[in-house]
């Protein structure tokens, strides 16, 4: 895979886990409503995926990229992020809500350690310790989000 597919995949991959779960999770905190968090989703799908996008289109092109490798890079992100983040929204429509919450985080940590796991064979690094720093980073930023909704809920509560 060239590098500039690989470069906007990981970043869509990583952005779409990561900001997906952090708004399922501090809204789930703060309103407990599907209706909210799903919307939530498809507004990361669609606006947070072409905003990346355009971040990682403008950044290409600051780092002097000739065009078809921005073409590239922004085309992967868009689709990795929104197809990811999309995923996202079928266990909250048919699970109950806290357990849909459950298995989201679960699904973000699968796709988060496969992810890991090929960029630290691919640098020959130790597996277990790119896994863990990533995951780490990923349940320190669901921990913060849902703590801001609960703070949130109980302040305008």
Same mark, same amino acid.
């Given at each position: ?35 909210? #968090?799903?919307?939530? $989703? =498809?507004?990361?799908? +669609? %606006? ?9 289109? &403008? /950044? *290409? ?48 940590? #699968?796709?988060?350690? $496969? =992810?890991?796991?090929? +960029? %630290? ?9 790119? &896994? /863990? *720093? ?24």
């Amino acid at each position: 895979m060239k590098i500039s597919f690989k470069k906007g995949f990981s970043f869509g991959l990583t952005t779409a886990i990561i900001t997906t779960l952090a708004l399922m999770v501090g809204l789930n905190a703060s309103t407990s409503s599907v209706a909210v #968090i799903i919307s939530g $989703i =498809l507004i990361i799908a +669609i %606006a947070d995926s072409l905003s990346d996008s355009l971040g990682m289109h &403008i /950044s *290409e092109e600051a780092s002097e990229k000739n065009s078809k490798e921005v073409r590239e890079s922004t085309l992967s992100t868009f689709l990795a992020k929104f197809i990811v983040s999309s995923t996202f929204i079928l266990p909250v429509l048919v699970l109950p809500l806290q357990e849909a919450i459950s298995l989201s985080i679960i699904w973000g940590l #699968i796709l988060i350690t $496969i =992810l890991s796991f090929f +960029i %630290a064979k691919r640098d020959e690094k130790n597996p277990l310790w790119t &896994i /863990s *720093e990533h995951i780490a980073l990923m349940l320190f930023i669901v921990f913060l989000t849902h703590n801001i909704g609960t703070w949130i809920s109980s302040v305008i509560a």
